[in-house]
């Protein structure tokens, strides 16, 4: 993880936007451990470049297994105001279809997608994308978590 994550002006809120192609898995994923592990001290946004119909039923199988409901999500789409209004965009695949603005922290995150994968296969991305808004986290939040 680079040092450039930024952290929030004192009292501000960090805000971190997942960006994937369909908005289905992987940062739907991201953004509910996100959200679940922060308990409410970071602002979470996801969206997708092209957004699919309804999250991959695999990944709220996955994501319930360890008791975080997706079930009530939906793809949204990426829009240039949520990345204007995010400090971090992590981008999972979404290549050059992210919009660039200065001042915010990019990352991406290789991560294997998990569309049309059945839950065996998207369990091991579940738990990478754990590790790693953990380690988001840590930076993010350097109180603790």
Same mark, same amino acid.
């Given at each position: @993880?680079?040092?450039?994550?930024?952290?929030?002006?004192?009292?501000?809120?960090?805000?971190?936007?997942?960006?994937?192609?369909?908005? =289905?898995?992987?940062?739907?994923?991201?953004?509910?451990?996100? /959200?679940?592990l922060s308990q409410g001290r970071i602002e979470v946004r996801s969206a997708g470049s092209a957004p699919a119909d309804a999250v991959n039923p695999a990944a709220v199988?996955? @994501? =319930?297994?360890?008791?975080?409901?997706?079930?009530?999500? /939906?793809?949204?789409?990426? /829009?240039?105001?949520?990345? !204007? +209004?995010? $400090?971090?965009?992590? /981008? @999972?695949?979404c290549g050059d279809t992210c919009p660039v603005f200065p001042g915010r922290t990019?990352? $991406?995150?290789?991560?294997? $997608?998990? +569309?049309? !994968?059945?839950?065996? =296969?998207? !369990?091991?991305? !579940?738990?990478?994308?754990?590790?790693?808004?953990?380690?988001?986290? =840590?930076?993010?939040?350097?109180?603790?978590?």
């Amino acid at each position: @993880m680079p040092d450039a994550v930024p952290e929030a002006p004192s009292g501000a809120k960090p805000s971190v936007l997942f960006v994937c192609v369909h908005n =289905a898995g992987r940062s739907q994923m991201a953004a509910a451990w996100l /959200t679940h592990l922060s308990q409410g001290r970071i602002e979470v946004r996801s969206a997708g470049s092209a957004p699919a119909d309804a999250v991959n039923p695999a990944a709220v199988r996955a @994501m =319930a297994e360890v008791g975080i409901d997706l079930s009530a999500e /939906t793809p949204k789409v990426l /829009t240039a105001d949520a990345v !204007r +209004a995010s $400090d971090v965009v992590i /981008t @999972m695949g979404c290549g050059d279809t992210c919009p660039v603005f200065p001042g915010r922290t990019y990352l $991406d995150w290789q991560l294997d $997608d998990p +569309a049309g !994968r059945g839950v065996d =296969a998207v !369990r091991p991305i !579940r738990d990478e994308i754990e590790r790693r808004v953990r380690d988001l986290l =840590a930076e993010l939040l350097p109180d603790g978590f």
